[in-house]
């Protein structure tokens, strides 16, 4: 299948998903996402794909967030079905029966970092920088930061990523438990593909059980899958959602006024 978005292609049993916005720093628009969802239903369908590697075009950017653009100027309806519909999408990698691996090149903020942290491992580059910025723009991540990233590395630190908007670097993340592994930049595809070669030699079936059995203990997370889609759409009807996004188009210092 082609798409405007993304590559998708399947080499010695591996769907390797990239996503292909170089020139916007690989950012989520809503197509993106479409196409993705769509990408990952060959993982669950084509019996020779025993695992996904998912990765970003170019040496800069893994995903920098959401396309802003896209959304400013949302009302809180808006900003709720496309919460949900990202939900959809990134639940299908945390839940597929295959190991998904995102391969992470460079910056990985906001939904790129969520929808890394939904995939079941994550490699990372030297280079690569991770981060949630959403409140720099008066809203507050929509695709499961508020729930993924405590339970990889704890509330404190998830509080204090969320709450920040700090970035932090490659060891530091793995330190964290946020990556599995960091790699110099031009060892990353090897390093996931090592990894993916030795699960395709273990039972399938089990490796879809252990995957499904793994997940189930964070299914208590569904109410603040929930709770989370909600509040971000409520954010769109704030000022200073309006004052964060205006500010970061227009390339100036956010004053929000609390409202």
Do not use: W
Not at 15 to 22: A, D, F, K, Q, S
Not at 132 to 141: A, C, D, K, T, Y
């Amino acid at each position: 299948m082609d798409y405007n978005n993304i590559l998708s292609q399947v080499q010695d049993g591996i769907l390797y998903l990239t996503i292909n916005r170089e020139a916007k720093m690989n950012a989520l628009n809503i197509e993106t996402i479409q196409e993705l969802g769509k990408a990952i239903d060959q993982a669950y369908n084509d019996k020779n794909v025993h695992g996904v590697i998912l990765t970003g075009a170019g040496e800069k950017s893994f995903i920098a967030g959401a396309d802003i653009s896209e959304f400013a100027d949302f009302n809180a309806e808006q900003g709720k079905e496309m919460s949900a519909a990202g939900h959809a999408v990134f639940n299908k990698f945390e839940n597929c029966p295959k190991p998904t691996i995102a391969a992470i090149n460079g910056f990985a903020l906001g939904g790129g970092l969520e929808l890394a942290m939904s995939c079941h491992l994550r490699i990372a580059s030297q280079k690569a920088r991770f981060g949630q910025p959403e409140v720099n723009l008066g809203v507050i991540p929509g695709y499961g930061a508020t729930q993924r990233l405590a339970h990889l590395i704890g509330k404190g630190k998830a509080m204090e990523l969320n709450l920040t908007g700090d970035m932090i670097k490659a060891e530091e993340a793995h330190q964290l438990g946020l990556v599995n592994h960091v790699t110099e930049p031009e060892n990353l595809l090897a390093k996931a593909q090592e990894i993916l070669d030795k699960t395709a030699t273990k039972g399938p079936l089990a490796i879809a059980r252990a995957i499904k059995c793994i997940n189930a203990q964070y299914n208590n997370q569904s109410e603040g899958f929930k709770l989370e889609i909600e509040e971000f759409g409520n954010s769109f009807e704030t000022k200073d959602f309006k004052e964060g996004t205006q500010a970061f188009l227009n390339k100036r210092k956010a004053e929000f006024i609390g409202e």
